[in-house]
T-cell receptor, first 114, second 112 residues
């Protein structure tokens, strides 16, 4: 079985400040980890992924995420937030034993204040 | 536009009617997924295809739900005898391999 937890329903940050959106996962085996962003009434847009290799992965729009195997976490980060980053963010996990089917978390609403 | 295309974007139907949604994946993507998303929740997996083979359908919500992918190209999701609880966003995604999936804009279903 696989699952994803996003412990924060909402994250508030001031524009220009660093942001972190948290994600922890549970899988039986090596995980594939993903972050997606969703704007209102739109589908999900892929941001970045971790499959193997360096624990720090960089993605679109200046976002990055750090894979931490011991803490089973994959937190999304950005050094300087923009108002336009305000959206819903979803973490997802897949793994070989689960036919690589992505399982999503409940999502975190990021609000960046001017 | 070479992204995943879903039609219609919006569908309003009366309870008890059947509805069918279409998904056109990115060309040459052999994996195609269907998810459902309700307000305040993440996407919930329904079913997926590897080419024309439906490899997982046990997570379809009831026997009123069915999906097809003839010839391994576009896919359809049908809901028979719709209920108000079926109101949701239905998302389709495709993937070239078992890595990241690319999503369409979704079909919003409202059952009245």
């Amino acid at each position: 079985a696989q699952s994803v937890a996003q412990p924060e329903d909402q994250v508030n940050v001031a524009e220009g400040n660093p942001l972190t959106v948290k994600c922890t996962y549970s899988v039986s085996g090596n995980p594939y980890l993903f972050w997606y962003v969703q704007y209102p009434n739109r589908g999900l847009q892929f941001l970045l992924k971790y499959i193997t290799g360096d624990n720090l992965v960089k993605g679109s729009y200046g976002f990055e995420a750090e894979f931490n195997k011991s803490q089973t976490s994959f937190h999304l980060k950005k050094p300087s937030a923009l108002v336009s980053d305000s959206a819903l963010y979803f973490c997802a996990v897949s793994y070989p034993g689960g036919s690589y089917i992505p399982t999503f978390g409940r999502g975190t609403s990021l609000i960046v204040h001017p | 536009d070479t992204g995943v295309s879903q039609n219609p974007r919006h569908k309003i139907t009366k309870r008890g009617q059947n509805v069918t949604f279409r998904c056109d994946p990115i060309s040459e993507h052999n994996r195609l997924y269907w998810y459902r998303q309700t307000l305040g929740q993440g996407p919930e997996f329904l079913t997926y295809f590897q080419n024309e083979a439906q490899l997982e359908k046990s997570r379809l919500l009831s026997d009123r739900f069915s999906a097809e992918r003839p010839k391994g190209s576009f896919s359809t999701l049908e809901i028979q005898r719709t209920e108000q609880g079926d109101s949701a966003m239905y998302l389709c995604a495709s993937s070239p391999r078992a890595v990241e999936a690319f999503f369409g804009q979704g079909t919003r279903l409202t059952v009245v």
